[in-house]
């Protein structure tokens, strides 16, 4: 066992019953692990991390049966485990330990004692392997990150979680744990995470081998801050970005696009952003306007910006085979395939001709796939003044979702799918800044670890228009933000089976829209049933009217803030003014998230981490002064909030103050702010102009 542990560089190797394990500092108080049957690890095909800083020399001990390395506050112990009765007698085992006091932070074990073990491989070919890694459970431990789930639980303990990029379930393989460490699964692959009760447990379906980091702090943001650091810090939010975006499925012409932005102005309402969204191209796959539809974009970004508004486009990574580029792609190897070389993977509208088409997905994990479609984007668009866009579909959307199925330039897709919407997006920023643009944004529909270093907004997708679903936005864009996802944005009444008639559904818009003024990016979106078709009887589906891929691909119902009555639209110009003064603030909190950061929306655990308040739900802090409590029941007046202690808390609706550290029923009036503000706060004057 003499050569069991042995030192290369900074590094800890462990070489034990034909794997190789290697743990080496990976920031100040961080490290990485990296392990694989044979004599060698590998990276996986796309890493989140960026190269290792320099720093001090970590500290390395090695004994007869164990070893161990610290870097700063973090160190991992290894030792040779005695086994009775198991499919092995002696095995590596690692923990992770606090290393100023000793205190187990995270810790290997064995699902069964007889086996598999802490880290087992089941091999698929010669260079992969299904992996599992499975680590201690403990009662009292909580789990924020992952990405964007949709389970509406604020703690991810108890839940079992799908390692698949799909619309609205967003994987961005971190987590924070209460214990003082974060976790980052630094591996592309599709698989599944499990937080239980007995074991934690993280599986690639099929990997090249095991990759993830950790690091342990004080604190919840120096936890998190050593993960930007690792994977990227974001940049800063343009401040015209912090403004209200419109948006609706979908405006069909140039002419009504800016027909809709002038009479946002004509009304006084304040508009940032108007949004182009899909089938605003001539076919899926040529990435370019239809000149029938939009004539001359670049005439109409030009007078929108006039009129002080960003024009932002949609672009989807799919190409149908009736596009002028497909014979290209398809010779050169640009195209995702599936594993018997056959390039349709999905059916879905395309325009001309209107109808269903096979589909595929340009390959973003092809180089030169990634450039040339760039390039069509950069000849056909941003040629003609468009320098944002609308990344959507970009998981890829491929259903069913079997990524064993499919094969990329680098591999078979199980391997590394969730990297897609990161490569297609970091493509993107390339080319802004290559042309010099520092103002853009992406708004996109996933992403993946380190994919906040680029100019995204990440938005929860299509959800329903529901109280149910409503209530998950919260904790998802609470997740996002422990993920490092500072840009985001939710549909402002959901996307699916809106009724403009429905006063449960104007209800909720209105519930909605509170939520949104308070979002990082505030965004009216949605699929609304068609103007004048009524509504179904109560019970029955959603009526649109007509067949659902024919309205989809045409146009939805009207969605501007006029569209629901007088009472919807008085409580949408409060709100919106409300929005416009917090406009300062909001670039305050984005500077903070790009110098320091620390993200605009803040889970209680995250900025009140020793407070009995940290684990309510349904709230959150936006920025260092807002507390936000959205009202999320229908018919309802008022709801529990729980106030952070050391603070009074001003309610802005009634100027009442309240001592913190107390649970206490608040009025939440429809139409106003959902909000308590720190006593003396700044913001508080914004908060309490036009409260009534």
Known sequence: MAETFTQDGTALVVRFNGETIRVEPWGPDALRVRARPGGRVVDPHVSALLPAPEGPPSAIEIAARSASLTQGALRAEVRLQHRHGADVPFEPVLSFVDSATGRALLEETRPHFAGPGPRSFLPL??????????????????????????????????????????????????????????????????????????????KADATPGLDYWITAGTSPQAILRAYLDATGMPPLLPDWATGFWQCKLRYRTQAELLGIAKEHIARGLPLSCIVI???????????????????????????????????????????????????????????????????????????????LHFLTYYDAFHPDARDFHWDKVRQNYLAKGIRNFWLDSCEPEIRPAHAGHLRTHLGNGAEMLSAYPRLH?????????????????????????????????????????????????????????MSGIGWWTTDIGGFYDGHADDPDFRELLVRWFEFGVFSPIC??????????????????????????????????????????????????????????????????????????????????????????????????????????????????????????????????????????????????????????????????????????
């Open 125 to 202: 070919a010669s260079d992969s392997f299904q992996l599992e890694a499975s680590f201690k459970s403990h009662d009292d431990e909580r789990f924020m990150g992952l990405g964007q789930p949709q389970h509406g639980r604020l703690d991810l303990k108890g839940t079992t979680n799908a390692l698949v990029q799909q619309n609205t379930n967003v994987v961005v393989p971190f987590v924070m744990s209460s214990r003082g460490y974060g976790f980052l699964w630094n591996n592309p692959a599709v698989g599944r995470v499990d937080f239980a009760a007995n074991l934690t447990r993280w």
């Open 277 to 355: 969204d899909f089938f605003a191209w001539t076919r899926q796959g040529e990435w370019k306007f239809d000149p029938v539809d939009w004539p001359d974009p670049a005439a109409l970004v030009a007078e929108l910006a006039e009129l002080g508004v960003q024009t932002i486009v949609s672009t989807w990574p799919t190409i149908g085979l009736n596009s002028e580029n497909w014979s290209e792609m398809r010779e050169k190897g640009y195209m995702i395939k599936t594993e018997r070389g056959v390039p349709a993977i999905n059916m879905f509208p395309d325009k001309d001709p209107f109808g």
């Open 425 to 481: 997006g970091q493509r993107y920023a390339e080319g802004l800044a290559a042309e010099g643009i520092d103002d853009a944004v992406l708004l996109t529909r996933s992403t993946w670890a380190g994919g906040q270093a680029q100019p995204i907004i990440l938005w929860s997708g299509d959800v329903w228009s529901t109280w149910e679903d409503f209530r998950a936005q919260i904790a998802a864009g609470c997740h996002a933000a």
């Open 523 to 692: 965004r009216l979106h949605g699929f609304r049933v068609p103007d004048g078709v009524p509504m179904a009887p109560t019970g029955d589906p959603v009526d649109y009217g007509r067949d659902l891929f024919s309205i989809f691909t045409d146009t939805g119902g009207s969605n501007e803030v006029w569209s629901y009555g007088d009472d919807v639209l008085a409580h949408a110009t409060r709100l919106l003014a409300l929005r416009e003064r917090l406009r300062p603030y909001i670039g305050e909190a984005m500077a903070s998230y790009h110098q320091d950061g620390v993200p605009p929306m803040q889970p209680l655990a995250f900025a009140f981490p020793g407070d009995p308040s940290k684990s309510a739900a349904e709230q959150y802090m936006f920025g260092p002064d807002i507390l936000v409590a959205p009202v999320t029941r229908p018919g309802a007046t008022a709801r529990q909030v729980h106030l952070p202690a050391g603070f009074d808390w001003v309610h802005p609706a009634s100027g009442e103050t309240l001592p913190g550290g107390q649970v206490v029923d608040v009025a939440m009036p429809l139409g106003f702010a959902p909000v308590l503000v720190r006593a003396g706060a700044a913001v508080a004057a914004q908060l309490m102009d036009g409260a009534e």
